[in-house]
C-alpha cells in the first residue's frame, strides 16, 4: 500500500467506527450517561482523523527540502490567522508548496469557508493530550405527544408547536392546560410521548452525530484536494 493510500484509509476507518458508535449510542438510549464503548470510539475517530491530516502533512513535507525535525510537526489548525502564520513560520511548513498551504488556510476554523469544528478536533484528537476518555452528556428532550384509541384515530402534536387553551377535547377526553395533555386516559386509549436522545461533547453545546459527520467530510475533503 502506498502513503496516499494508507493516508485516505485513514478517513475510511474513522467511518466504521463512525458506524459503530452509531450502534453502540442506539444500545445506550435507556442510560442515565454515555457508556464507556461509546466514548471510546468517539476518542478513536477523533484521533483517527487527526492522525490521518498529520501523516498527510509529513507526506507532503518529504516530498520538499525540508530540514526540520519531522517529529515535531503537526497538521496547522488555528483559530486566528495570526497563529496560523505563527505555527507555518514556527515549524517550516512554509516549504511547502503556496497552493497547499493556501488549501490548508482555506479550511481552518477562522477562514469563512472553513470549518469551525476543526479545532475542536485539534483539542479533542491529539493522543499526547489525553489523560481520560473523552465525556460526553445526554440530553433526553420531549419531541412528539401521541393521543390515540382503540379504534385507530389518533391526535398528535409538538410540545413546542401548540399551546391548547380551555375547552379542547381531543378523542372526547378534555385537555389539561397545564400539563399541555389529556386530563386522563380512559382504558380503551394510549398517551404516547416520543423523545429523542441527544449525545453532545461535555463542554460543547453541539451534538455529537453531527459534530463527527462534520469533521469526517472536512478532513476527506482536505486529504483529497491536497493529494490531488
Not at 132 to 137: A, S
Not at 166 to 185: C, D, H, L, R
Amino acid at each position: 500500500m502506498n502513503e496516499e493510500a494508507e493516508i485516505l484509509s485513514q478517513v475510511e476507518r474513522a467511518k466504521k467506527l463512525f458506524d459503530n458508535l452509531k450502534e453502540e449510542m442506539n444500545k445506550n438510549i435507556n442510560s442515565n450517561e454515555a457508556s464507556l464503548e461509546v466514548r471510546n470510539l468517539t476518542e478513536e475517530i477523533f484521533v483517527k482523523l487527526r492522525i490521518c491530516l498529520d501523516k498527510l502533512i509529513l507526506f507532503k513535507l518529504r516530498k520538499v527540502d525540508f530540514s526540520g525535525d519531522l517529529s515535531k510537526v503537526y497538521f496547522p489548525i488555528s483559530k486566528n490567522l495570526q497563529d496560523f502564520n505563527n505555527i507555518i513560520k514556527k515549524y517550516g511548513l512554509d516549504k511547502l508548496d503556496y497552493q497547499i498551504l493556501d488549501l490548508i488556510k482555506f479550511f481552518q476554523p477562522f477562514s469563512p469557508e472553513g470549518n469551525k469544528y476543526l479545532y475542536i478536533l485539534h483539542e479533542k484528537g491529539a493522543k499526547e493530550k489525553h489523560h481520560f476518555l473523552i465525556r460526553e452528556k445526554k440530553e433526553t428532550i420531549h419531541t412528539r405527544t401521541t393521543f390515540q384509541n382503540n379504534a385507530g384515530g389518533a391526535v398528535s402534536w409538538t410540545p413546542k408547536g401548540v399551546i391548547f387553551g380551555e375547552g379542547v377535547f381531543m378523542n372526547g377526553v378534555p385537555i389539561n392546560p397545564q400539563t399541555q395533555e389529556p386530563a386522563y386516559v380512559l382504558p380503551n386509549q394510549k398517551l404516547i410521548r416520543h423523545y429523542e436522545v441527544l449525545f453532545k461533547l461535555e463542554g460543547y453545546d453541539i451534538e455529537l452525530i453531527f459534530l463527527i459527520i462534520s469533521l469526517i467530510d472536512t478532513t476527506e475533503k482536505i486529504v483529497k484536494e491536497i493529494l490531488k
